[in-house]
T-cell receptor, first 112, second 116 residues
């Protein structure tokens, strides 16, 4: 089983809203990731968690705040986003940071 | 920092034609290499991967790729494509990025359109 689940599938929010994206895996993976994918572009890495600790932040604006409550869950808290933040947000997980990453279906975010 | 180049932005083929998609990377150390596919409206799926050993790797749905270390290449091939292979294909490289960190870097992707 290589399933990564993400909720919600779609999200529309205003620039003053606060919302959260959720990601879950039950494969016992110890590394989890957030990526941002704009239309017709490759995924761009945002954050990496390894053993529930943030190990990489790719200079992401503070309006994106990741959280890893336990080894199976990864959240992305959103606040005061801009319209240019509209994109597909992908979660991935892997056994370790050098291993194969498995991707979830993504949350399609629209910021109005 | 590593980079990944995919030579073809959009490839259009007829069914039963052979496919080769080019991928080159720039990184001097040890890398793990991947091809992912994104079918219309679906999430990224792993096609195949290379970590070590036989440089010719086979993946799902009849795809294969060859790692040529001297050329820093990892080209994807399929002898006979089907309409259902229409998708975006991403080459990706996982390499050391400093400290104890590794980073997966994607190429810009190749859109494959297979006409019936």
């Amino acid at each position: 089983d290589t399933e990564v689940t993400q909720t919600p599938k779609h999200l529309v929010m205003g620039m003053t809203n606060k919302k959260s994206l959720k990601c879950e895996q039950h494969m016992g993976h110890r590394a989890m990731y957030w990526y941002k994918q704009k239309a017709k572009k490759p995924p761009e890495l945002m954050f990496v968690y390894s053993y529930e600790k943030l190990s990489i932040n790719e200079s992401v604006p503070s309006r994106f705040s990741p959280e890893c409550p336990n080894s199976s869950l990864l959240n992305l808290h959103l606040h005061a986003l801009q319209p240019e933040d509209s994109a597909l947000y992908l979660c991935a997980s892997s056994r370790g940071i050098r291993e194969t990453q498995y991707f979830g279906p993504g949350t399609r975010l629209l910021v109005l | 920092a590593q980079s990944v180049s995919q030579h073809n932005h959009h490839v259009i083929l007829s069914e039963a034609a052979s496919l080769e998609l080019g991928c080159n990377y720039s990184y001097g150390g040890t890398v793990n290499l991947f091809w992912y596919v994104q079918y219309p409206g679906q999430h990224l799926q792993l096609l195949l991967k290379y970590f070590s050993g036989d440089p010719l790797v086979k993946g799902i749905k009849g795809f294969e790729a060859e790692f040529i270390k001297s050329k820093f290449s990892f080209n994807l091939r399929k002898p006979s494509v089907q309409w259902s292979d229409t998708a975006e294909y991403f080459c990706a490289v996982n390499a050391w990025s400093g400290g104890s960190n590794y980073k997966l870097t994607f190429g810009k992707g190749t859109l494959l359109t297979v006409n019936p």
